[in-house]
């Protein structure tokens, strides 16, 4: 089973940038479409990101870039002037649009607060 530790989160200042880390246990990471995720509470979880296994094309919001590193079996957001709206925790797993995802991990808060 696919395991997900999140990092990089905190409380930032509106305006202000942050870089998630998503480390992955994934059998064959390079095989599966990724992708980065988020819920807010009171909301469904929603997609934010996604990137193919060969990073061929991604999915962002804007303000935010997703990327991997295929051999650390890394995924990564880089999220730039953050809004308040953008609070949430924030997951990394499969993107469901092309394969289902796995078990979900703890996630990580972002807060952006001034």
């Known amino acids: 089973q696919a395991q997900f530790v999140e990092s990089g989160g905190g409380l930032v200042q509106p305006g202000e940038s942050l870089r998630l880390s998503c480390a992955t246990s994934?059998?064959?990471?390079?095989?599966?479409?990724m992708a980065w995720y988020r819920q807010a509470p009171g909301k469904q979880r929603e997609l934010v990101a996604g990137?193919?296994?060969?990073d061929s094309m991604r999915t962002v919001q804007g303000r935010f870039t997703i990327s991997r590193n295929n051999t650390k079996k890394m995924v990564y957001l880089q999220m730039n002037s953050l809004k308040p709206e953008d609070s949430a925790v924030y997951y990394c797993?499969?993107?469901?649009?092309?394969?289902?995802?796995?078990?979900w991990g703890q996630g990580i808060q972002v807060t952006v607060s001034s």
């Open positions: 990137i193919r296994a060969d």
């Open positions: 994934i059998q064959r990471f390079d095989y599966y479409a």
């Open positions: 797993n499969t993107d469901h649009r092309v394969v289902v995802n796995f078990a």
